[in-house]
């Protein structure tokens, strides 16, 4: 977990996780009394079992991962006779939290941007079952041998990142009562005194409904002018935004430290659309608070009137302190929450983020294998996922496989392409795991 600033937040881990093998096809012919001419009857191999990241609505942190690092599915099982497939072997689903992003450990490329409930994403897909012997029979091979090895399968470092664990933030200037207010929709016990900056890093707090459902918000630092240019606590306020369903603007109506509340507001907008233009797009509440400071009442249906000159339809009135438009405000929180126009822009975000983030992270185009030599044990290397797939596939024990695999190979161009790099009768030649000798 990071530590600091962002000890309630960002919450990350590294994983390992592999995929299972794809069982070995298997080759029989059939020995039956009645079948007297037999026939080849060797059956496919089982899938592996894939990894799964799944977003689980009970999570909230990382944390589970401190403890457990590695994660292995099953392997398929092998082919049978008389067409028998193997099993498949046994998925894994992890579980994490939603607004989880998931890197490429090694290359640190975004994967996947997982905020939806029970969204899920493939880290890494199970091998394909190897051919039984059965699958090669043709009109000109009615008994063939060969058979097809389960196909590996895949194993990756991936590096979750959970961006923000809130669905509502509150956001206002410093003093403005927002650490009053989380602490009385929700358990949290936030630092609550009568000077700015009490808040230096994110509290949150559970808001637990009587449906039995949840949410989280957060008590963020207190903007000041110039926060999306990085002043005041800057950019360390306003990344956590990024996640969250519903944006909360306290404003102080006491008039004791900020005697306009209307231009309060204005300047938190604009400082919310500097630092990203779509966080205007999510559904908000403005909140007038300290109401029970107030010496003239009237003040507050002023306020209302001069917000909805600038598209605020309604302000709601609290006093955190006394209890007063609480509840209320609570169950439109809920409602703004769980709402289809929250949970979509959110969506909509995340996958934006996703593929701009994949855009730039964009390879050129790699070719099919690449040649090159290893002086150490004085072999060629041939590298490329395909080519390296087919080699472990091929059962070298098998002629008719290796025959297979000679004419694959020519096809694909790699003798060739071993030639003209200067590759020699008998040289050896290496593919993935496997030592070949190479012959034109």
Not at 98 to 112: I, K, P
Not at 272 to 281: E, N, S, T
């Amino acid at each position: 977990m990071a530590t600091g600033a962002h000890s309630a937040f960002v919450d990350s881990a590294v994983i390992e996780v592999s995929s299972g093998r794809g069982g070995d096809g298997a080759s029989h012919f059939r020995r039956e009394k009645y079948h007297p001419r037999g026939g080849p009857d060797g059956g496919e191999g089982g899938s592996g079992g894939s990894v799964y990241l799944v977003v689980d609505a009970n999570l909230r942190t990382l944390v589970d991962f401190r403890y457990r690092r590695k994660f292995t599915a099953a392997d398929g099982q092998a082919g049978d006779t008389n067409d028998r497939t193997g099993a498949s072997g046994e998925d894994v689903h992890i579980g994490v939290p939603a607004g989880t992003l998931v890197y490429d450990a090694d290359s640190d490329r975004l994967l996947a941007d997982l905020s939806a409930a029970e969204q899920s994403y493939l880290a890494c897909r199970g091998g394909r079952g190897g051919h039984g012997n059965a699958h090669y029979v043709s009109a000109t091979k009615q008994a063939p041998e060969m058979r097809e090895l389960g196909e590996p399968g895949e194993a990756k470092r991936l590096r979750l990142e959970l961006k923000l664990l809130a669905e509502a933030a509150l956001v206002g200037y410093p003093n403005a009562g927002k650490s009053t207010l989380i602490s009385r929709l929700s358990a949290a016990k936030p630092k609550i005194a009568d000077y700015p900056f009490t808040t230096l890093t994110p509290h949150l707090g559970v808001v637990s409904l009587d449906s039995g459902a949840s949410f989280v918000v957060a008590d963020l630092p207190g903007l000041i002018e110039g926060a999306a240019e990085g002043r005041g606590l800057g950019h360390e306020f306003l990344r956590h935004l990024e996640r969250a369903r519903v944006i909360v603007h306290l404003l102080d109506l006491s008039g004791f430290e900020r005697p306009d509340p209307v231009a309060d507001y204005l300047a938190l907008r604009a400082e919310l659309a500097a630092y990203d233009p779509r966080l205007a797009d999510l559904p908000e509440l403005v909140v007038g608070t300290k109401t029970d400071l107030l010496d003239d009442p009237d003040l507050v249906p002023i306020v209302a009137e001069e917000l909805a000159k600038h598209g605020v339809q309604r302000l709601w009135p609290i006093s955190a302190v006394a209890g007063q438009g609480v509840e209320e405000l609570r169950a439109e929180l809920a409602r703004l929450v769980f709402s289809s126009e929250a949970q979509s822009v959110v969506a909509q975000q995340a996958q934006e983020d996703l593929a701009a983030e994949q855009d730039e992270g964009d390879a050129p185009d790699e070719p099919a294998f690449t040649i090159d030599t290893d002086p150490d044990e004085e072999v060629w290397v041939v590298r490329g996922r395909a080519v390296e797939r087919i080699v472990a596939m091929t059962d070298l024990d098998n002629d008719e496989s290796v025959m297979h695999l000679h004419r694959t190979l020519v096809r694909m161009g790699v003798l060739r392409a071993l030639r003209e790099a200067g590759c020699a009768d008998e040289d050896i030649v290496r593919i993935g795991d496997v030592h070949l000798d190479f012959v034109e």
